[in-house]
Nanobody, 123 residues
Framework: QVQLVESGGGLVQAGGSLRLSCAAS????????MGWFRQAPGKEREFVASISGNGGGTYYADSVKGRFTIPRDNAKNTIYLQMNTLKPEDTAVYYCAVRFGAQHGNWRLWDYWGQGTQVTVSS
């Protein structure tokens, strides 16, 4: 059983920064692809960023490229989402996920999910 616990969400003004964390209870954490997705009210869940098990490969949605990064600390079984220059359109519930396979942008192909953390960006 895999458990993912996100933290770090909150309210921030446009142009500000937030860092989300996702702690995973899983053996051999460094073997797994990890990712962040988000879902705004009335919209489908969408890919934000992902990182390979060893951290050597990352992918970002075009909408966040250059503003967000997804570092991971395998010693702490944790990934992060560093969000800079936040915009009101970044407002959503952010979910951490693990995939037992290669990185993929389709949220339906991911295996385990956290409970989500709300990020609200005011204009």
């Amino acid at each position: 059983q895999v458990q993912l616990v996100e933290s770090g969400g909150g309210l921030v003004q446009a142009g500000g920064s937030l860092r989300l964390s996702c702690a995973a209870s899983v053996r051999t954490f460094g073997s797994y692809t990890m990712g962040w997705f988000r879902q705004a009210p009335g919209k489908e869940r969408e890919f934000v960023a992902s990182i390979s098990g060893n951290g050597g490969g990352t992918y970002y949605a075009d909408s966040v490229k250059g503003r967000f990064t997804i570092p991971r600390d395998n010693a702490k079984n944790t990934i992060y989402l560093q969000m800079n220059t936040l915009k009101p359109e970044d407002t959503a519930v952010y979910y951490c996920a693990v995939r037992f396979g290669a990185q993929h942008g389709n949220w339906r192909l991911w295996d385990y999910w956290g409970q989500g953390t709300q990020v609200t960006v005011s204009s």
